[in-house]
């Protein structure tokens, strides 16, 4: 039920990112916290990851790039040593934090974030490659 909880609170969060102006962060903000506190309770490692994608999102915004990137590997330390498998969405931060080095004019750091990103992109395919074997052997 609380997972429940998490990813209403975060679809939230979400919708006023999207679709409504600047102003509102403050009312994304109080779902993002709402989110990350449940899931940190328990477990739901996605959510997290996606509202500390949302509060970098906000940090862009803001032209508040080193925040941004902190705000994103602060998200990754907290899955760190993860076992489930999210490739996808490690992928996406890490393409994202990409882009920030870039604005950023870290070429460096934009190639090494991208490094990150194409190797679990790759990871993603091949989970969703041998899912599809599987699906076609059952």
Do not use: H, W
């Amino acid at each position: 039920m609380k997972s429940n909880t998490a990813a209403a609170a975060l679809n939230t969060a979400n919708i006023y990112f999207q679709f409504f102006p600047y102003s509102f962060k403050d009312s994304a903000t109080k779902y993002i916290d709402m989110a990350i506190g449940i899931a940190k309770k328990t477990n739901l490692n996605e959510v997290i990851l996606n509202c500390y994608g949302i509060l970098s999102e906000y940090a862009i915004q803001e032209g508040k790039f080193n925040d941004a990137e902190k705000i994103l590997l602060e998200g990754l330390s907290q899955i760190d040593g993860d076992i489930m498998k999210m490739a996808v969405t490690k992928a996406r931060l890490y393409l994202a934090l990409s882009r920030i080095a870039e604005k950023k004019r870290d070429q460096t750091g934009a190639l090494n974030y991208l490094k990150e990103y194409i190797q679990y992109n790759k990871e993603a395919f091949d989970q969703e490659k041998m899912a599809t074997i599987q699906k076609i052997d059952g």
